[in-house]
């Protein structure tokens, strides 16, 4: 199910150019994912877990599982591509990306904690901090994606060139989960063979109030 609005807690939020995964590649791994939670409904059935709260628990841990492979599966799709457009290649339109999310941060009242620009796809680590307030998710992408291609596309000297696929994926992070999927977005570049130094690379952002607690520790 698609956010539809920026919680007050984490979240990690992907999404890609268009046409950056061919369809093929694509609709093998929704099916793959659509297969697998058919099975997991056979394996533990409603009336099941209806009656049996630990049947319930294994359940909706099976479910997560599916759908932390389904993503990285996703990933690997978009870290490892051999056709699609790489309109976010160069420090230029990294930045345009990068300095968007600072002014819808502040537009908004959110909180950007990472941010990894790579050459087909984005990853973004943000919470809404603004207090009693509802962010549209929708809105706020929208806006994102409508100014960022514009951008880019001035850049390119390609007017009118669509650049943003329409959906994204999102998933709140977990309690105690925050370290690792801060890691997962700013790692994103060496998972991917672009680069072995996550902190050097020109695509990637994060809060400065992170760096004693989580940056420097983890590379010391």
């Known amino acids: ?15 890609r150019l268009y046409g950056s995964i061919p369809n093929l590649p694509l609709q ?12 997991l409904a056979e394996t533990f059935p409603a009336d099941q877990r209806a009656a049996n709260q630990e049947t319930k628990e294994l359940y909706r841990e099976a479910c997560l599982a599916a759908e932390v492979d389904h993503y990285l599966g996703y990933d690997e799709l978009l870290d490892r591509p051999t ?20 002014h819808l941060a502040k537009q ?9 620009v790579m050459d087909n796809h984005v990853h973004l680590l943000l919470q809404n901090c603004s207090e009693n307030r509802l962010v549209s998710m929708v809105d706020t992408l929208e806006n994102h994606k409508k100014w960022t291609a514009t951008q880019l596309n ?6 009118g060139r669509r650049v943003w696929a329409e ?4 998933r709140t992070v977990r309690r105690g ?7 997962y977005v700013l790692n994103n570049p060496v998972k991917a063979g672009l680069t072995e130094d996550p902190l050097s690379w020109e695509g990637n952002w994060w809060s400065p109030e992170l760096y004693d607690s989580f940056i420097v520790a983890r590379v010391a």
């Open 154 to 159: 001035r850049l390119h000297g390609m007017k």
């Open 28 to 39: 093998k791994l929704h099916s793959s994912h659509r297969l697998r939670k058919l099975r």
């Open 177 to 183: 989960g925050f370290e690792h999927v801060l890691w």
């Open 83 to 102: 056709t699609g457009p790489r309109y976010l290649r160069g420090a230029a339109a990294k930045r345009i990306v990068i300095d968007s999310w600072h």
């Open 167 to 170: 959906k994204e994926y999102s």
């Open 108 to 116: 908004e009242g959110l909180k950007i904690y990472a941010v990894s």
């Open 1 to 15: 199910m698609r956010t539809l609005y920026i919680p007050d807690t984490p979240l990690h939020l992907t999404y």
